[in-house]
């Protein structure tokens, strides 16, 4: 039987704290809210009125910023994998995978349907070293189930001193037991563009993941490779098991291939969502033929590259369907030490396809037990064929 008390209860600062911060709140939304939604801003009242009596009366004693934070969290839980309240480490984490350079193993993860999935791991960090792939679910961190745990719970876990060894449990299809592997994390520095020769004119470059540099490297690399060997007669871009980052290096990236036309579009529910990114008309290559290489890995920037380039009929696309992550986040302060990263809208190739949930179809499916020389041999014999 549950023992339910009554009693008078005492104004505490927190009270008077929430009172004021629901009170601002609701003097500033009510009438929006009444007339957009009909939600009786009554509610907000609620939030406060929960909050103060888990504090004041719950088993456990709670700090009040992190109930505040926990109430705030809940609001952004169910909406997509890709939103979420951001403090204070969780931002520096994204200034510093945005940067390149960061400490950890070196993979990217997503929430899909409850379970931890990588997208994919990034290039000679410690997860690629180990054999991790996209697809593979993490089930377990240093003999610990995360199942029901928060993203940034488990991105926190995964995190530590260069140096360190974790444990990871992943499932991966076709395969009944659960894969185990130690990881000694270390500091990932992402180099975002490789490039080397091939032959008979053509050139290779490889895009590990979109920084905010990435598009002058991709210049450069171009223009030391022309420098180099001449006039470039083709070039394969490898976007394979390249998870995204940022929305303008991909842009920045197809406008080096581009003479005209749109690049990407994006639609939300704001009308500053809604943008359009057009090439500037200048094309690196000189319209010498591309090819494009892209997997389940490749997520995100990626996909907008492959998707315009498909579009314009400037690039084959060869490999796997990829991700179908076609979503924008934007980062919203809330104050010094917290924002939101929230889903504002989704974006469409220039032919008006949505990435989300479909990704984009490759124009030659390439086997999955190709090796490295069978897909570049195949991206070349493509090439080849102008």
Not at 160 to 182: I, N
Not at 242 to 266: C, R
């Amino acid at each position: 039987m549950t023992d339910i008390r009554t009693r008078p209860r005492p104004r505490t600062w927190l009270t008077v704290a929430i009172s004021i911060v629901a009170g601002v709140a609701l003097g500033l939304a009510v009438h929006h809210w009444k007339n957009a939604s009909g939600a009786s801003p009554g509610r907000l009242a609620s939030i406060a009125e929960v909050i103060r009596e888990v504090h004041d009366n719950y088993v456990d004693p709670r700090d009040e910023n992190e109930l505040i934070d926990d109430a705030i969290s809940g609001v952004i839980k169910d909406l997509d994998p890709h939103s979420a309240f951001l403090d204070r480490r969780a931002l520096e984490d994204l200034s510093e995978q945005t940067s390149g350079h960061f400490a950890g193993i070196g993979i990217e993860l997503t929430n899909e349907n409850g379970r931890v999935t990588v997208i994919a791991p990034i290039d000679d960090s410690p997860a690629a070293l180990a054999g991790i792939r996209a697809g593979d679910v993490l089930v377990e961190v240093d003999g610990k189930p995360i199942s029901g745990l928060p993203m940034e719970d488990v991105v926190t876990s995964l995190r530590g001193a260069p140096g360190s060894v974790v444990s990871l449990a992943l499932m991966r299809p076709q395969r009944a037991t659960p894969l185990t592997v130690s990881l000694e994390r270390a500091i990932i520095n992402v180099a975002s563009v490789k490039s080397r020769y091939l032959e008979s004119g053509y050139a290779y470059v490889r895009i590990s993941q979109f920084q905010n540099e990435t598009g002058d490297e991709l210049t450069r690399a171009i223009e030391t490779l022309v420098a180099e060997h001449g006039k470039l007669s083709g070039l394969v871009l490898d976007l394979r098991n390249n998870p995204g980052g940022v929305l303008q290096a991909s842009v920045d990236v197809v406008d080096a291939f581009l003479k005209e036309g749109l690049i990407v579009y994006t639609k939300g529910r704001q009308p500053s969502a809604d943008l359009r990114f057009t090439a500037s008309g200048h094309d690196l290559l000189d319209g010498a033929p591309m090819v494009v290489l892209i997997n389940k890995g490749s997520a995100s920037a990626s996909e907008i590259v492959a998707g315009a380039l498909q579009d314009h009929h400037r690039a084959k696309i060869l490999g796997h369907s990829s991700y179908g992550k076609g979503s924008v986040q934007a980062i919203l302060p809330i104050d010094e030490e917290h924002a939101l990263k929230l889903t504002t809208a989704r974006y469409f190739t220039p032919s008006g396809r949505s990435i989300q949930s479909v990704g984009i179809r490759p124009d030659v499916e390439i086997p999955d037990e190709d090796g490295e020389d069978l897909v570049l041999a195949e991206a070349v014999r493509e090439l080849s064929r102008g």
